[in-house]
């Protein structure tokens, strides 16, 4: 199984082969195989740190936890933007809206967790950072399977050019 990996993996790696001319056609796929996995590698280290920031938030926000009703401004997706008030009868609308505010709807009452410390980092009432691990997995493994593609393309088009250069040396031998 790792053998059959590994010839599969070996001919998407970015390496010069010492026994063929390196001519401009090569380089240029040879550089695009590395613009592949580095491209690819970046969004899988964003996916990561998505989870691992959201994870972050969530321990800030235990640590020091306060609960309050809020009020949803605006709701979108993405991004919602609330208003609350704390025991201390001070008002609050995070900058940057509410943490995992999904199927919000403007004018909604919610109850919303957030750190007293820090009371703009706030989130949706017994909602956590599992919620990013789904959106931020299925990011990784959808550019996972674009850069599978991509690279099966880059080695098939670096065969076609082994054959043509087999071919042109043949005729130039005969």
Same mark, same amino acid.
């Given at each position: 199984? @790792?053998?059959?990996?590994?010839?599969?993996?070996?001919?998407?790696?970015?390496? *010069? %082969? $010492?026994?063929?001319?390196?001519?401009?056609?090569?380089?240029?796929?040879?550089?695009?195989?590395?613009?592949?996995?580095?491209? #690819?590698?970046?969004?899988?280290?964003?996916?990561?740190?998505?989870?691992?920031?959201?994870?972050? %938030?969530?321990?800030?926000?235990? /640590?020091?936890?306060?609960?309050?009703?809020?009020? #949803?401004?605006?709701?979108?997706?993405? *991004?919602?933007?609330?208003?609350?008030?704390? $025991?201390? /009868?001070?008002?609050? *609308?995070?900058?940057?809206?509410?943490?995992?505010?999904?199927?919000?709807?403007?004018?909604?009452?919610?109850?919303?967790?957030?750190?007293?410390?820090? $009371?703009?980092? #706030?989130?949706?009432?017994?909602?956590?950072? +599992?919620? +990013?691990?789904? $959106?931020?997995?299925?990011?990784?493994? #959808?550019?996972?399977?674009?850069?599978?593609?991509?690279?099966?393309?880059?080695?098939?088009?670096? *065969?076609?050019?082994?054959?043509?250069? @087999?071919?042109?040396?043949?005729?130039?031998?005969?």
């Amino acid at each position: 199984m @790792i053998s059959r990996l590994t010839a599969l993996l070996n001919p998407a790696l970015p390496r *010069r %082969n $010492p026994d063929v001319v390196d001519t401009t056609r090569r380089r240029v796929l040879r550089w695009s195989k590395c613009a592949v996995w580095i491209l #690819v590698g970046l969004v899988t280290l964003q996916s990561l740190l998505l989870v691992a920031g959201a994870w972050r %938030n969530d321990r800030q926000i235990e /640590r020091n936890m306060g609960v309050a009703q809020a009020e #949803v401004l605006s709701a979108g997706p993405r *991004r919602s933007t609330i208003e609350f008030v704390t $025991p201390d /009868r001070i008002t609050y *609308r995070p900058e940057l809206g509410v943490l995992y505010p999904s199927e919000l709807a403007e004018g909604m009452r919610i109850y919303v967790e957030y750190d007293r410390n820090e $009371p703009d980092l #706030v989130r949706v009432q017994h909602r956590t950072a +599992a919620l +990013a691990i789904i $959106p931020a997995g299925s990011t990784a493994v #959808v550019a996972w399977l674009i850069a599978g593609l991509v690279l099966a393309g880059l080695v098939s088009l670096e *065969r076609r050019l082994d054959q043509v250069d @087999i071919n042109l040396d043949s005729q130039l031998l005969s």
